[in-house]
């Protein structure tokens, strides 16, 4: 699968590129909301974007309603690290077409990412 992950924090670009590679994956970074929002645009074939919520320039559910509108059929994540449930939040995400909120320290998105492994 083509992936893009939007995160400002240098090393989750890294620790989840390296992560999804060592399953095979092709995967672009972007660093905020943004560029990551020009990376879709060139990249029309992209399978998942998984992007922060909380970015300088532009945040991630902003960009993630920007790239859904752009490729209807790419699957959506948001990811946070100060995620707690909030239903507001979830809602917002749901209404753009995000399947799912990760919290980045939540043993869950662990498994998250090995199920892409599957495909």
């Not at 994956?25 to 879709?40: K, Q, Y």
């Amino acid at each position: 699968m083509k992936i893009l992950v939007i995160d400002d924090e240098q090393v989750i670009r890294s620790s989840v590129k390296l992560r999804l590679e060592h399953q095979g994956h092709e995967v672009i970074v972007a660093p905020d909301g943004e560029i990551g929002v020009l990376i879709a645009k060139e990249n029309p074939d992209l399978d998942i974007v998984i992007s922060d919520w909380n970015m300088p320039r532009k945040d991630g559910l902003t960009a993630l309603g920007e790239i859904k509108a752009l490729i209807p059929a790419v699957r959506a994540f948001l990811m946070t690290g100060d995620y707690t449930g909030d239903a507001s939040l979830m809602k917002r995400a749901a209404g753009l077409g995000i399947e799912q909120v990760l919290s980045k320290t939540d043993p869950d998105t662990r498994e998250f990412f090995d199920s892409l492994a599957k495909g």
